[in-house]
């Protein structure tokens, strides 16, 4: 019986999940967990990756001592951050956080270069002013860029790390927007245009490929060997490998972000599509999740931060069913993406308001963009659907459910719950296949897993 080591690592936290296949079920054991959160340096917002490769050696570690020592490992983060290395292979400077303001700056010299409708054509990835090939214009302006060999997404990073192989992932990849969505390669008109180096951009591969064994050094400090292997490396991809979706049915991955779409065989790069703002970004075997990036949780993760963790989640939750307003807010506006309060944010918009009604205004108002999403996302297939899939942690989230059922009047399937870490497994499992298809795989997840569902 092999095992499947799954590390998933969040905005906010990160950790390590044991799989294995037993009796025809997968058995997932959590051995780690860790913080995370950008951190403010120099004026700017960036990540500690070295402290995130140390969480991920000390996770490999507990994994041994807890007697379920992995065969197979595979990383997933957050899509679009990256780093740069060196002639040498060392990275150069800091790994930005997409929150960082750079890129909403950089984004408006590179439109100049190529329209924004272009790219869209090209690459079907919606606007978001944190997109990796805005960030990497910054990088080019100040000159980081020059001294650059390689460029590799988060995960492909660490798994280098892990490794000493360069290898890019494929899903990861279509969200910097600089993939072409016909020919899934990256799109050298694109490269070319801004003045990317094409020799940074390696050979896609897909979920599943084999990266390598670790590195002497990793093996002596862990005291094993495993084979990495890539997952769908961006987290929202993973996610909804784990979603058990039926036909055309759409899911929200309900976490930090919210990623509301359905899987789709071919991108949708109209101009419809574009107005809307939704996304094309890869799967397995080259399909795509049509999808839209809705702010989520990150609203009240941030007002209870600020509340210095005074309530549980649960206990906003159970405020703001107390205190139900009619206050709406657009949580997708940009003044929410990186907030120095975002309480004061949220007033500013509302008024004064207590803990309470803020905590119900982000909810009802996610709620909301939901539906707005999902009307969009009919419109655009021509058709209907009567159930939405809701993924991830923020599926315990019973007000927010119940809203949302209210909201777009679709019965409400919930579950599972640590979906990016299945996910993640799942692909690794198909790369040795010891699962056969994507098919089997949700097959076998239905049977592991509770799905609860609410209905109207």
């Not at 055309?248 to 509301?260: D, E, R, V």
Request: net charge negative; charged share 25%.
């Amino acid at each position: 019986m092999s095992r499947y080591l799954a590390v998933d690592i969040g905005a906010s936290s990160g950790r390590h999940i044991v799989a294995s296949l037993e009796g025809g079920r997968l058995v997932m054991r959590e051995v780690y967990r860790f913080p995370n959160g950008a951190k403010e340096k120099n004026g700017s917002l960036v990540w500690d990756a070295d402290a995130l490769f140390e969480e991920i050696l000390t996770g490999l570690k507990r994994a041994d001592e807890a007697g379920l020592r992995p065969d197979y490992v595979g990383i997933d983060t957050w899509a679009v951050d990256y780093a740069l290395l060196d002639e040498k292979g060392e990275r150069i400077g800091d790994v930005f956080s997409y929150r960082d303001k750079r890129g909403g700056i950089a984004a408006k010299e590179a439109h100049a270069i190529i329209p924004f409708s272009s790219l869209y054509e090209k690459t079907g990835i919606q606007y978001q002013p944190f997109n990796t090939i805005y960030q990497l214009f910054d990088d080019k302006k100040s000159g980081k860029l020059e001294k650059a060999r390689s460029f590799l997404m988060l995960p492909d990073y660490f798994h280098y790390r892990l490794t000493g192989v360069k290898k890019q992932e494929y899903t990861n990849a279509t969200s910097t927007g600089m993939v072409n969505a016909k020919s899934h390669l990256w799109d050298e008109g694109i490269l070319s245009s801004l003045g990317f180096d094409p020799a940074l951009f390696g050979e896609l591969s897909a979920p599943g490929s084999i990266v390598g064994g670790f590195k002497e050094d990793i093996k002596e400090r862990l005291g094993y060997d495993a084979t990495v292997i890539l997952p769908a490396t961006h987290d929202t991809a993973s996610a909804v490998l784990a979603a058990p979706i039926r036909g055309k049915a759409p899911y929200i991955s309900s976490g930090t972000w919210s990623l509301l779409g359905i899987e789709s065989s071919s991108a949708h790069t109209d101009e419809k599509a574009r107005l809307y703002n939704y996304s094309n970004e890869g799967s397995l075997e080259k399909t795509f999740r049509f999808q839209k990036n809705i702010m989520g949780l990150w609203m009240i993760q941030n007002v209870r931060k600020e509340l210095k963790e005074a309530y549980s989640f649960a206990e906003l939750a159970a405020l703001a069913k107390e205190n139900p307003t009619d206050a709406v807010i657009d949580v997708n506006d940009e003044r929410y993406l990186a907030p120095k309060s975002m309480i004061a944010a949220i007033e500013e918009e509302i008024g004064k308001r207590s803990v309470g009604e803020i905590a119900y205004c982000i909810f009802n108002s996610l709620a909301l963009s939901y539906k707005k999403a999902i009307d969009e996302l009919e419109s655009m297939t021509g058709e209907k659907c009567d159930r939405l899939h809701i993924i991830g942690g923020g599926s315990q989230n019973a007000l927010l459910n119940k809203l949302t059922a209210e909201k777009t009047g679709k019965t409400i399937v919930l579950g599972p719950t640590e979906c990016t870490a299945i996910g993640n497994v799942v692909a690794q499992m198909l790369g040795t296949g010891e699962i056969k298809s994507l098919a089997e795989a949700r097959n076998i997840i239905g049977k592991s897993f509770e799905i609860k569902e609410i209905k109207l």
